[in-house]
């Protein structure tokens, strides 16, 4: 417990931002250099990054609007729908990369002298940063569906910072275990699978049974949904409350990750 | 003054079997079981044995010694890539390993942009990388290639820019791994020109290497180990001729 409180520890809070901050350069070169050869060597390039959500998004509004008949509880289906489908598509990536960036970044680990920490965060700032330049798209999408840009929009950047802090939390976690247990990345992509029916994604709060709504409440992956439907479909101001406490949480779950991380990280090079 | 002081450095890797052995289940909930398990000697293998040498400032010592006797361990365990289990390891300079080649290369950029990428990496700055940066390219050789992708290049330009990233780093003391038989008959004469450079200019240089003739040719010292032990340390010419004798020409000792 003293540990976490010495600023010079590596269990410390602080640990972690003063590293990416010593680094920002070499972060930012790996996240630029992630998003340029992200789409290289495809014709269609950035489109992909969009072209998933979209072909989902037909294939739920047929399903669910026109065989399910789900839509008559939204007003507009396609826009509700992929006002949290692209946030989730983001979240679900920077998991899966993130679970398995310590993993595939074996060569800067066993060959360099590396500050570890920063494979993690690269992959994530990179899928993030990869969901804002598809922002616009949403926003062009949603606005031919006649949901047009309102104020709401300016909560995005803290929705995103809460989004980057809660996923950097578990990703700390399930990337140094994954060095050990490989089986992890592979569980982490069938759980995240499972994940999405369990998100008010594909159907409205309104629909869960009263008995089962603590399924969203104390689900904090939903109320970052929630808050991005919040902003791009609603067009309100997101839960302050609800999204302070996924922030809380976040915070807390980086200092456990950390904890996980540091204290494993000096073996990384032999388990690579 | 020394610019590397090992003393009675040990290093010792779990076996490969006892790692695949061990349940996830087990992991999370007995963590103290997993560690001593770790410690049982019985499932170690013992790469570096009470290993203790000082290197002074300006020196170029080779390793020499056959497969698996623990030269790149040492060569990790110096550049702090791994941690010592026992006994104490000190650095006293800048550190350059060229364990590092290429390390974040991306087939899909160009040369110039892995250039930036590699050498960030390696810790340079972007500052110190744009004045450098003409001198990577004019070692290389690679002008004409530079703003290709680098999957387009043959094997021996990929690490001819690879080698002149990492020469250009200027460190204190240099560890080297088997590199000096890169590229064609012109890029290793630059490259020894570069290695002379380093050596007047008062540089530690510190080599792997398995051809005896260029160690004994480049080096003051060499370090002999065999495995996991420090076998010889001394006069090349004589730490080569006992390597040869002991090691080599003994049927009953497997040599590569």
Known sequence: MIKLLQPQSPYWLGYLPAVIWRHKALVWTLVERNLKT????????????????????????????YYLRLGNEVGNYPAFLISGLFPWICISLSVQSGTNSIVEGAGYITQT?????????????????????????????????????????????????????????????????????????????????????????????????????????????????????????????????????????????????NCVFQRHKDVFAEYL | MDAIIAEHVSKRFRKYSTRQRVALKEAILHPGRLRRAAA?????????????????????????????????????????????????????????????LGVGFHPELTGRENIFVNGMILGLTRRE????????????????FIDAPVRTYSSGMHVRLAFSIAVSLSPDIMLLDEVLAVGDADFQKKCRQRMEEFQRAGKTILLVTHDLASAESWCERLLLLHRGRMAADGNPSEVVRYYLERFVNQPDVPAE
């Open chain 1, 38 to 65: 992200r789409y290289k060597g495809s014709i269609l390039g950035f489109f992909w990054s969009f072209a998933n959500p979209l072909l989902l998004l037909g294939i739920y509004v047929l399903v669910f609007s």
């Open chain 2, 129 to 144: 990388l744009q004045s450098v940066y003409p001198s990577i390219v004019e070692f290389s050789g690679l002008h004409e």
């Open chain 2, 40 to 100: 049982d000697p019985a499932l170690q293998l013992t790469a570096l044995h009470d290993i203790s040498f000082r290197i002074p400032k300006g020196v170029t010592v080779g390793i020499i010694g056959p497969n698996g006797s623990g030269k790149t361990t040492l060569l990790k365990l110096i550049s702090g890539i791994y941690r010592a289990d026992s006994g104490r390891l000190q650095v006293f300079g800048k550190l350059s390993s060229l364990l590092g």
């Open chain 1, 113 to 257: 002298v590396f500050k570890s920490e920063i494979l993690p965060i690269v992959t994530i700032l990179s899928d993030v940063t990869n969901f804002v330049l598809t922002v616009p798209i949403l926003l062009l999408f949603l606005s031919l569906l006649k949901v047009y840009p309102s104020a709401a929009l300016l909560a995005l950047p803290l929705i995103l910072a809460v989004h980057f802090l809660l996923i950097s939390g578990a990703v700390l976690v399930l990337a140094t275990y994954n060095v050990f247990f490989r089986d992890i990345a592979y569980l982490v992509t069938h759980v995240l699978s499972l994940v999405f029916f369990a998100l008010p994604i594909i159907y409205p709060q309104g629909v869960i049974p009263a008995g089962l709504r603590f399924t969203v409440k104390w689900n904090p992956i939903a109320r970052l949904i929630i808050s991005y439907q919040d902003i791009f479909y609603f067009r309100r101001s997101p839960d302050w409350t609800s999204l302070g406490w996924v922030a809380l949480l976040a915070v807390v779950l980086i200092l456990l990750g």
